[in-house]
């Protein structure tokens, strides 16, 4: 039965090589790479068990994702937030087109490691956005992760709104982006103090729900349209109100709310009442409810922190584990009766903070352009209704008048170790009186409403 | 042509008779169907689990069931000897080679349907969408898998031709992990500064002249929507395309070797 090898035959061989290298290199190639190929060419690392490394090499890299998926989600329904984050890591590497996985980790890394009195650990805060940059470059088509990352900027670092401002911006170039979500655009530019951009964006978005609104009638495009009305109308009159078309014209403030600025009267006392836990005990004039002012204890040269933040942007990398030896708590302090006392207990959470270093800072800082709409009646956008005799500070927050104040302590201080275990270590402002009203046991009782839009403090 | 047809035909009855690719299929189906289960336990990606779970399910077991249908295909003929009643007949090697492949295409074929008809209901009950385009663009995986399987098909039946079937087992498999995972391997070799220009080469030649399975990982914007594929008619042509002559050179060398061996 055996046969010559035909020469047609391996002509054909030859033509077929020949063919299906010429395809596979000209053609095929470049096309998968840019459409199909999920890593984008990076290979893992060995974080993987060898069943899932074969899972990946046979090309199931989607299935192992979403089966690591399915366990991440146990360990959410389980509290074990720990086991979570390497599965996140994971998934987003095996699959770095699922948008939601990226979407949920940023909100996971950002918002749920927290100490045992529910405060954020904002050493994560920088991996959290690396992750969520990660995933806009891996998803450039959608909206979705810019605007995570511009939510990340604007709800939970509640800072630098310009970064939130630009990650809006980057997600309404996307044709995908929810109308509703657009309007988030419009109150970052207030507190970026850009008043005009925000006026013309609700003026720009109330022009295309309306068209919207025409196209179809649907309850969520008469809702859009409505919101973005009355969004419109606030604006309008608060930027009236709240002098800020005068200035704009060149006219004096007289007369408006944010004329004369108001003494908001801050002074802090910190007691170390027992080791690594302090209370911060202070004074605000402002009686109307709704202010809180951010305090921060930090390593003193914890790198890149300055004016009672982080770089919260310093990294481009994930990194799950976030340095072990560096403390930064970062805490409300919430103003009750122009008063604020608040215990923060550390002691529970020691890796959390550390405290390992020397020298510590603690930094108050207040801003209006985080206050809610009835104190920016009175402190304007940008606080030029708002003054301190003491810490009024224009250098920490560029084009912006802040009240800002630094004590020191040290770790023997904080630990209450040597000199300091039989002594209370109390650190305050030159300004701190010590009052016989103790805002615990008078909270319900208001003495006056003085108004914020007279000038007068009320004391 | 008919002997090649009927030969075929002969191997899907025989491909259905076998207990062992029925009991795959059935765990393949049996998957699919508790797929939208997994789905409801994974936080925010429903879908994006339940469509990466089906289509998983859909090319593993095709994997196992194409592998095994062909390791077997021509030594089990000489084993039992039916071999010698099919080739005393007039039936060229050749066209008794090809009918058997053409045999295990259309069994595979057979149960890929079967298996994508039960992800369409599935998905369709689970998500309720009155979209058919939905569902036609979850389909796309199937049908390019399908191109895979027959790629995989084409290696089993030409290592049959000289090869034992356990040996040919791990063989096919080793050389489809191997034809998937070089691409992006490849791309990350040619990525990296770092690497030797003779490394780079190697693996050029490598990339070009082994068969490409990953060219039919088509999956990635099937289960998450949102990324823009560019030019996907033309690709999908020139992956069909490469099958098909992949899968030609392969069935010519098993004829050249099969037309040489003793039976």
């Known amino acids: 039965m055996k046969q010559k090898t035909s020469p047609k035959l391996l002509i054909a061989l030859i033509l077929g090589f020949i063919v299906q290298g010429a395809l596979q290199r000209a053609v095929i190639f470049d096309l998968w790479t840019k459409n199909y190929n999920p890593g984008k060419g990076k290979l893992l690392s060995n974080a993987m068990s060898p069943d899932q490394i074969l899972a990946v090499l046979g090309g199931f890299r989607e299935i192992t994702a979403g089966i690591l998926w399915v366990k991440a989600d146990s360990f959410f329904d389980q509290g074990n937030y720990d086991a979570i984050l390497p599965l996140i890591r994971l998934v987003t590497m095996l699959d770095p087109n699922e948008i939601d996985v990226y979407a949920t980790g940023m909100w996971h890394i950002g918002y749920n490691f927290t100490d045992e009195e529910q405060r954020s650990d904002r050493r994560y805060i920088p991996s959290a956005l690396a992750l969520g940059k990660e995933g806009t470059l891996h998803n450039p088509d959608t909206y979705e992760l810019f605007f995570e990352e511009g939510w990340m900027w604007y709800h939970k670092i509640d800072d630098d709104y310009d970064n939130a401002v630009k990650w809006f911006l980057k997600a309404q170039e996307r044709p995908d982006m929810l109308p509703a979500r657009k309007n988030l655009l419009g109150m970052a530019y207030q507190r970026t103090g850009e008043i005009n951009k925000s006026i013309d964006t609700y003026y720009r978005l109330y022009d295309q729900s309306l068209k919207q609104f025409a196209n179809e009638a649907a309850f969520s495009n008469h809702q859009n349209r409505d919101t973005l009305e009355g969004n419109l109308d606030n604006m309008l009159v608060r930027a009236v109100q709240r002098g800020y078309v005068a200035e704009k014209d060149g006219r004096p403030l007289n007369g408006y709310d944010v004329y004369p600025p108001f003494d908001v009267g801050f002074s802090v006392k910190a007691t170390v009442v027992e080791p690594r836990v302090i209370r911060f005990e202070g004074t605000w004039n402002v009686l109307p409810v709704g202010t809180r002012i951010r305090a921060v204890l930090r390593d003193k040269d914890f790198p890149g922190a300055h004016g009672a933040e982080l770089e919260w942007d310093a990294r481009d990398s994930v990194n799950l584990d976030p340095p072990k030896d560096q403390t930064f708590m970062q805490e409300q302090l919430f103003v009750k009766n122009r008063r604020f006392n608040k215990k923060v207990d550390m002691s529970k959470d020691p890796t959390m903070y550390p405290f390992t270093k020397d020298k510590y800072v603690l930094e108050f800082y207040y801003n209006p352009r985080s206050a809610p709409p009835h104190i920016q009646d009175k402190f304007g956008w940008s606080g030029q209704g708002m003054t301190d005799k003491n810490f009024i500070n224009t250098d920490v927050r560029k084009n912006q008048r802040v009240v800002y104040a630094t004590l020191e302590l040290t770790k023997d201080q904080i630990l209450r170790y040597g000199e300091w275990v039989d002594k209370t270590p109390i650190a305050k402002t030159a300004n701190y009186h010590e009052s016989n009203s103790d805002s615990g046991s008078n909270d319900d009782v208001i003495l006056k409403v003085p108004s914020l839009r007279s000038g007068v403090g009320g004391k | ?263």
């Open chain 2, 1 to 263: 042509m008919r002997p090649i047809l009927s030969i075929a035909a002969t191997t899907v009855g025989e491909a259905i008779r076998r207990r062992v690719l029925l009991v795959i299929l059935l765990i393949g189906v049996l998957f699919i169907v508790v797929a939208p289960g997994l789905g409801i336990l994974s936080a925010r990606s429903e879908t994006t689990v339940l469509r990466a779970f089906m289509l998983g399910v859909i090319q593993g077991v095709s994997m196992i069931i194409a592998v095994i249908l062909t390791v077997y295909m021509i030594p089990n003929e000489i084993e039992r000897r039916t071999i010698y009643t099919i080739l005393s007949k007039p039936v060229q090697r050749w066209q008794f080679l090809v009918g058997k492949y053409l045999g295990a295409v259309l069994s595979l074929l057979l149960m890929m349907s079967m298996m994508s008809a039960v992800m369409g209901v599935m998905f369709f009950l689970q998500q309720q969408s009155k979209n058919p385009g939905e569902i036609a663009d979850l389909l796309k995986g199937p049908a390019m898998y399908f191109i895979q399987m027959c790629l995989l098909a084409a290696v089993g039946i030409f290592f049959s031709t000289f090869l034992p079937p356990l040996v040919n087992f791990f063989l096919s498999i080793g050389v489809f992990l191997v034809g998937t995972f070089f691409n992006p391997l490849f791309q990350t070799l040619q990525e990296n500064k770092n690497t030797a220009p003779m490394v780079k080469l190697i693996a050029q030649g490598v990339n070009t002249f082994l068969p490409n399975f990953a060219n039919y990982n088509v999956q990635n914007p099937i289960i998450n929507p949102t990324q823009q594929i560019q030019n996907e008619g033309r690709y999908f042509l020139g992956v069909t395309v490469y099958g098909v002559v992949y899968i030609s050179i392969l069935l010519i060398i098993g004829i050249l070797i099969f037309d040489r061996r003793e039976v």
